[in-house]
């Protein structure tokens, strides 16, 4: 486990982070108190490029709509999220 400082950061962010992707713990001590350095996971990455995507805005666009119109459906689950989709 590495602690480090939010200068050492600043003067060193590819060390750091190469040390993150490669298992090492690395902690960031502050005045605000400490949070960790880890890299993200593929799916979180899917996730984000979805949420950027063009099919994501489309989709809450036709939520905000619906919801507007007084469509509101509810979702119980993950089944009824995927149905929902697939009627898009």
Same mark, same amino acid.
């Given at each position: 486990?590495?602690?480090?400082?939010?200068?050492?950061?600043?003067?060193?962010?590819?060390?750091?982070?190469?040390?993150?992707?490669?298992?090492?713990? @690395?902690?960031?001590?502050?005045?605000?108190?400490?949070?960790? %350095?880890?890299?993200?996971?593929?799916?979180? &990455?899917? =996730? $984000?490029?979805?949420?950027?995507?063009?099919?994501?805005?489309?989709?809450?666009?036709?939520? @905000?709509?619906?919801?507007?119109?007084?469509?509101?459906?509810? %979702?119980?689950?993950?089944?009824?999220?995927? &149905?929902? =989709? $697939?009627?898009?």
């Amino acid at each position: 486990m590495t602690v480090i400082t939010g200068r050492q950061f600043r003067a060193n962010q590819s060390k750091y982070i190469r040390l993150a992707h490669s298992g090492e713990r @690395v902690i960031l001590s502050s005045r605000a108190g400490y949070a960790e %350095l880890t890299p993200i996971s593929e799916e979180d &990455k899917k =996730f $984000d490029d979805y949420i950027h995507s063009d099919t994501f805005r489309q989709v809450a666009d036709k939520a @905000v709509k619906e919801y507007r119109e007084g469509k509101g459906i509810t %979702l119980k689950c993950a089944e009824d999220v995927e &149905k929902w =989709f $697939d009627s898009l």
